[in-house]
């Protein structure tokens, strides 16, 4: 199934002819307790019910349904039909003021549950493509979407939208906003059966992962050694991938969690940066001719830019998502500082990322490069010597090709997904992402650290005296590992004392 579903919305206009507004009473659309009903504005005037009278109700979900809490999210974007009038025309860099409500039930008899109430202001982005004149009065402006509601759970069956447009002439209120005819809504929820997909992937990778890492750590510990560096970021690899495996969401169709959206970025932001971190020690790790080399303080200059993204990363979705969680209705987007803030951020970590890519790219080739010079030394060892590093060797350089594939789907990945979430509120782009794309990338993620973890565990193989006539005088007892870079208590492993022979030549 496809991730997400969007279903429009047409608000209905209601009459509240009461003195005190939203503190009593909520006003249903359609249905048995409906509420007095407006056709249009010039019903409006010809009745005399003033702008403060009305409220634009919005039921959702559509008659006859009901939400689930497979759902997971509610996200709403609104947008304004506003028609032109010579004598109510809108203004340059208008505002307009919304009061909005938010209630819920979970049956069609109960009483409305308010779950938020907000005044909110949203800039008005708008063009109309005639001429202002008599002739052009009636025809709509082309206004862009507005961003509206966004809800991290969807725990009851029913909610209930008012929204009230309060015109203050003295204190310039929805003064200047053009003739507003209708308010419709886009409600986008995560679809129940992608979400199904989505747990069952979890559930199942979950033990898989968790499994091959106490393999590989008992496979450590029993070497006689301490482990080096690469052995603790690859385990601390697996830890960030377990974290984001572990089936939480779960919990979220029996419990109203509404910080489930902040929750799972968190541990996304956690995982990347740890991916991140991860390649740029892995290839430093085999670059031969690297004197610092095994220990972390080496690669401040590379990790640190990286935590320095994921913290500037998570102070934004704090400061959107963070928000969120008290007042549903806020959007970092609605202010001009807060939408270049954002805009911002997304095309300095898109720009970070390429580069990121790019300075990955070098390095897989610096390490190709000085394998290639090394395998020279291949045909003075003995046959199965000789065999067993070719091995080796090709082993390497399919992980190395792996690791470059993962890295451009993650990077194509990332930028895509942050698009598709700005799409809605930008207006202007829009990419349709397939939920293949979304689980492709989670199972890629999953059997990368899976091979890695399996390759790259030390192994307890002898190669005896009859084997190793032709080495370069390394111990025969030794254990082999698939890396370059592992320093023995007894001395280096053969593939790196190898390359350490052919550099000093």
């Not at 249009?40 to 109700?57: G, K, L, M, P, T």
Request: net charge neutral; proline share 4%.
């Amino acid at each position: 199934p496809s991730p997400t579903t969007a279903v429009p919305y047409m608000s209905v206009k209601c009459i509240d002819v009461r003195k005190n507004h939203h503190k009593t009473k909520w006003l249903m659309p359609w249905g048995p307790n409906h509420c007095k009903k407006l056709k249009d504005f010039d019903e409006a005037v010809s009745r005399q019910i003033e702008a403060n009278d009305i409220v634009f109700a919005v039921h959702i979900p559509l008659p006859s349904k009901e939400m689930s809490p497979w759902f997971q999210f509610m996200l709403f974007i609104m947008q304004l039909d506003i028609a032109f009038k010579m004598d109510n025309d809108l203004k340059e860099n208008a505002e307009i003021t919304l009061d909005v409500s938010l209630a819920y039930r979970d049956n069609m008899f109960d009483d409305w549950e308010e779950i938020a109430h907000a005044i909110e202001i949203r800039k008005l982005k708008c063009t109309f493509g005639s001429p202002k004149t008599v002739e052009s009065e009636g025809r709509h402006y082309d206004c862009d979407f507005l961003p509206f509601m966004e809800i991290g759970s969807v725990a009851h069956k029913y909610y209930l939208i008012n929204i009230r447009l309060p015109v203050n002439d003295r204190k310039g209120i929805n003064v200047g906003i053009g003739e507003i005819k209708d308010i419709r809504l886009v409600g986008i929820h995560q679809n129940g059966g992608f979400t199904k997909v989505w747990f069952a992937m979890k559930t199942f990778l979950t033990p898989s992962i968790l499994i091959i890492m106490v393999w590989y750590w008992r496979r450590i510990t029993l070497m006689t050694r301490a482990p080096v560096l690469l052995e603790k970021v690859i385990f601390a690899l697996g830890i960030s991938m377990t974290f984001i495996n572990i089936p939480v969401e779960w919990f979220s169709i029996g419990f109203d969690w509404t910080w489930m959206l902040l929750f799972g970025d968190i541990r996304q932001g956690i995982f990347y940066a740890m991916l991140l971190s991860f390649w740029i020690i892995f290839c430093g790790e085999h670059m031969m001719d690297q004197n610092e080399r095994n220990r972390l303080s080496g690669y401040w200059k590379q990790v640190g830019p990286i935590a320095v993204g994921s913290f500037c990363l998570f102070i934004f979705d704090m400061c959107e998502r963070g928000v969120q969680l008290k007042n549903p209705f806020y959007s970092i987007w609605t202010t001009e500082v807060g939408t270049e803030l954002a805009m911002a951020f997304i095309i300095v970590a898109g720009i970070c990322l390429c580069l990121y890519f790019l300075f990955l790219c070098f390095m897989v080739f610096q390490v190709f490069r000085n394998i290639s010079g090394k395998q020279s030394s291949l045909p003075a060892m003995s046959k199965a010597r000789r065999l067993h590093y070719e091995g080796l060797i090709f082993r390497f350089k399919f992980l190395m090709l792996i690791t470059l594939a993962c890295a451009a789907m993650t990077v194509i990945f990332f930028i895509v997904s942050q698009v598709t979430e700005g799409h809605w509120k930008w207006g202007d782009i829009t990419i349709q992402v397939n939920s293949a794309f979304f689980t492709g990338i989670y199972g890629m993620w999953n059997l990368y650290v899976f091979a890695l973890m399996f390759l790259y565990a030390p192994s307890h193989k002898n190669y005896g005296e009859d084997q190793s006539n032709g080495d370069l005088g390394v111990n025969s007892g030794e254990e082999l590992q698939l890396t370059t870079t592992i320093t023995h208590v007894d001395g280096p492993t053969e593939v790196y004392k190898l390359a350490r022979k052919e550099a000093q030549e």
